[in-house]
């Protein structure tokens, strides 16, 4: 497993853009493909980003696609989540993971977004 740490969340407006931040602890990072999920009241955890260990493959959910941008910085052991263009319905809870989306071995504490007005 791999200590994961989340931050860069906050109250933006509407059209604002926030980066978030996934910091990891150990030797391995650079072997693990990594990514985000989110989760907003009332709501269930739904898949956000992917990316894997060396960077080169990404993946985004339907509603992000276009506006997220995931990248990784496999020398500083940090994961990114560039959020533009966001809207209310991204405010959410915003979990950093490690491994496989179907099933991750490593999860953050999560940071807040909220996207008000």
């Known amino acids: 497993q791999v200590q994961l740490v989340e931050s860069g969340g906050g109250l933006v407006q509407p059209g604002g853009s926030l980066r978030l931040s996934c910091a990891a602890s150990?030797?391995?990072?650079?072997?693990?493909?990594m990514g985000w999920f989110r989760q907003a009241p009332g709501k269930e955890r739904e898949f956000v980003a992917h990316?894997?260990?060396?960077?080169?493959?990404?993946s985004y959910a339907d509603s992000v696609k276009g506006r997220f941008t995931i990248s990784r910085d496999n020398v500083k052991n940090t994961m990114y989540l560039q959020m533009n263009s966001l809207k209310p319905e991204d405010t959410a809870v915003y979990y950093c993971?490690?491994?496989?989306?179907?099933?991750?071995?490593?999860w953050g504490q999560g940071t807040q977004v909220t996207v008000s007005s």
């Open positions: 150990g030797r391995t990072f650079s072997s693990y493909a």
């Open positions: 990316i894997s260990w060396s960077g080169s493959s990404t």
């Open positions: 993971y490690a491994g496989i989306i179907t099933m991750p071995h490593s």
